[in-house]
């Protein structure tokens, strides 16, 4: 199934001179949803996972099902002030700005492995700010997995050293 042609892209918007890639077209789609999931199952089913740590909101949307289809528990890591117990914290600048993310300080354990997932590779600033996140807990990133990966935007070199796998690559603007 072509899964690129689902998803719609968004001239302008968050703001100008970003080509927003809107993945609600392909989520919308019963059988597309299903045969993303699944091509993330696949790569990981033979992975050892024990949490998959998802990036709010849209990460959720595949990281949820991942962790449920490996048998693994799940970890969101939130926008700023949603959680509520103590967390730890770690900024990123993004294409568009900066933002901070936040996970519970004890959503796991030195020696959790963790497949990290979101819907889309920009910069990577999101990602890498994630990363910290579970590595200041002690975890270990054992992939990073996104559904969209904006090529030209060149994200991945922020994650070298880690196994990255993304499912369609969009390049030029």
């Known amino acids: 199934m072509d899964l690129a042609r689902l998803i719609r892209s968004i001239p302008d918007f968050p703001v100008k001179g970003i080509l927003f890639r809107d993945i609600t077209t392909l989520i919308r789609d019963g059988e597309a949803f299903q045969e993303a999931v699944d ?25 949820a099902p991942l962790a449920y289809e490996l048998g693994a528990g799940f970890i969101p890591i939130r926008k ?3 959680l ?5 914290k770690a900024s990123y600048t993004l294409e568009y700005g900066t933002n901070t ?11 959790t492995k963790v497949l990290l997932v ?28 996104f ?8 994200g991945r070199d922020l994650l070298k050293g880690y196994d990255v796998f993304s499912m369609i690559p969009f390049e030029g603007a």
């Open 39 to 63: 091509q993330m199952v696949e790569r990981y089913i033979d992975t050892e996972i024990d949490v998959v740590a998802a990036i709010d909101a849209r990460g959720w949307i595949f990281g």
């Open 80 to 82: 700023p002030g949603k």
């Open 84 to 88: 509520p117990a103590e967390t730890v």
């Open 101 to 111: 993310l936040e996970m519970h300080k004890d959503a796991l354990t030195p020696g």
């Open 118 to 145: 979101d819907d889309l590779l920009a910069t990577g600033g999101s990602a890498k700010a994630a990363i910290e996140l579970i590595e200041k807990l002690g975890g270990q990133v054992v992939g990073v997995a």
């Open 147 to 154: 559904l969209i990966e904006l090529v030209d935007l060149h």
